[in-house]
């Protein structure tokens, strides 16, 4: 609730329909919400691990329970099918799950001194593991759930309290998984949901000084300002990408339309780890090429509601960045193999070739269905190209070879490389992080978990 009495109004993304609306909180009770939460703090962290394990086991229960409900919001709200928006409610109950059994053998340490010359005799250092205090989570519209979860989860399982902007385009969801946490018995102040726009009450939660860690998923932009604003504390920032697949000359061409269709165009493209450029080498290019536009053709376009794979993008923003990489890089001499066309939000997948290192739909993320196919002379020409992006989220290696493939994976500036595989995130308990603008520290359920807290160290002397 906010005392401003104003609220925004959610809108499908693929009809016209007000899903729900929700308090557009002020700076004041932003600011009050940080307070409640480090209110909390002390007496969640007194709560023994084994009953905080208990909550989050209770708290994947009832995400179950509610899935359907939840789902449907999540397809209303983000344009996510029914079956992908089930997907993330049984994704997040997992990750919960395996967050408190790995939070539950977060041990401390203890270092003898006589390890080090000169050091007293009898001298011992108990490190004990202790939360920060406030986490401040914000998470993007693509998951509002998952991205949401996956940063209060780790928070909860440590003894910190938390603080969750959703995002605005997902609120509705993020505040039903919330409120899943409360069914299941979480007490109050520990979790704090703030709704309104970023724009206007980031600011003043980004710097706030009680909080102790903030957890960001987003865009890059926001990431850098949020950085910029932060007090000289932990912040972990998920940020965009421009994820290579890099196909070389012995690749099982099969398996890498296949596995790059899907990674490209999976929730229409709206995923950090989308594949976002194809670096083929020359010779096989024409066969690819034929093999993609074959997967791209079968793609079902259309409602989340019909189970479409290709569905409108957020919004009319989206879109149209979207339209515009594709009809310049068409001016600029790129060949169109299949799309290109655009009803409404709805942009029909879309395959570029011939694109150059003029065109901007060869270094910008779209976050939408438009995949740019770059042919390279070889493979050290794919790694100047994959190198030379700002962006060094995952890449993908096809090829039979895998020593060929260890040794370029070696030499590729990203936070993961995936051998024969599309990019992604999951397993959600893998490490998952972006190098130069694709982030800052690292996630996944144990590095998650070891970000949240600190050391505290207590010294002995015999
Ligand atoms: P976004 O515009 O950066 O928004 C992300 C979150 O930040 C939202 O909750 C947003 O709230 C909030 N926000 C906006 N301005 C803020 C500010 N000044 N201070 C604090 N919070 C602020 O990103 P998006 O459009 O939701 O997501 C798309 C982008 O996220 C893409 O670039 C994508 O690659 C990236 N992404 C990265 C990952 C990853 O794992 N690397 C995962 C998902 C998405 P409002 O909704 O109210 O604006
Ligand atoms: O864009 C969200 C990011 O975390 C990717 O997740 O599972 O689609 O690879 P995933």
């Known amino acids: ?17 007000v899903v729900g609306r929700v308090p557009a909180m002020t700076a004041d009770e932003a600011g009050s919400a940080v307070l409640s939460a480090e209110r909390a703090q002390k007496l969640w962290a007194a709560v023994p691990l084994h009953e ?81 205090g406030v986490v401040l989570a914000i998470s993007p519209f693509n998951y509002p759930v998952n991205l949401s979860v996956s940063k209060v989860a780790p928070a909860l399982i440590t003894g910190n309290t938390v603080v969750l902007k959703p995002p605005t385009q997902g609120s509705i969801s993020a505040l039903l998984a919330a409120r899943a946490l409360h069914r299941a018995g979480c007490p109050p102040g520990v979790l704090n949901v703030v709704t309104g726009r970023g724009a206007d009450i ?42 290579p697949a890099i196909v070389l000359e012995d690749a099982d061409l099969q398996l890498a339309a296949r596995e790059i269709v899907s ?46 794979d290709i569905t409108p993008l957020i919004d009319t923003q989206a879109a149209d960045k979207v339209s515009n990489l594709i009809r310049e890089a068409l001016d600029e001499g790129a060949r169109l193999i299949i799309g290109n066309r655009r009803d409404g939000n709805l942009i029909y997948p879309t395959l570029l070739d011939g694109v150059t290192e003029r065109m901007r739909v060869a270094w910008e993320e779209p976050f939408g269905p438009v995949l740019p196919v770059i042919r390279v002379r070889d493979e050290e020409e794919a790694i100047r190209w994959a190198n030379a992006s700002e962006f060094g989220l995952q890449a993908s290696i096809f090829t039979r070879d895998v020593q060929s493939a260890l040794a370029i994976a070696k030499r590729l500036e990203v936070g993961s490389v995936q051998l024969n595989r599309r990019t992604e995130r999951g397993p959600d308990h893998f490490p998952f992080l972006g190098i130069k603008s694709s982030g800052l520290g690292v996630q996944g359920i144990r590095r998650s978990i070891e970000t949240m807290v600190r050391d505290k160290v207590t010294v002995l002397q015999e």
């Open 263 to 308: 990674g490209a165009f999976s929730y229409s493209g709206q995923r950090c780890t989308a594949i976002k450029r194809v670096l083929v080498a020359e010779p096989v290019a024409e066969p690819l090429i034929e093999l993609l536009r074959c997967g791209i053709e079968r793609l079902r376009v259309g409602s989340p509601e019909e189970q479409a």
């Open 202 to 243: 980031g600011d003043v939660l980004t710097s706030h000084t009680s909080v102790r860690c903030i957890s960001f998923t987003g865009g890059t932009a926001t990431g850098r300002a949020i950085c910029r604003k932060a007090n000289m504390i932990p912040v972990i920032l998920e940020l965009g990408g421009k994820d």
């Open 52 to 132: 905080r394990a208990g909550l989050l086991y209770a708290w994947a229960d009832e995400l179950q329970r509610m899935a359907d409900e939840i789902a449907e919001f999540i397809m209303l709200e983000v344009g996510k099918s029914r079956a992908a928006a089930l997907a993330e409610i049984e994704r997040s109950a997992d990750l919960v799950r395996h967050t408190a059994e790995e939070g539950r053998r977060l041990g401390g340490e203890l270092i003898r001194g006589d390890a080090y010359p000169g050091s007293k005799p009898g001298k011992t250092a108990l490190i004990d593991k202790v939360p920060l």
């Open 1 to 17: 609730m906010s005392n401003s009495s104003r609220y925004i109004d959610i809108h499908c993304p693929y009809k016209p329909l």
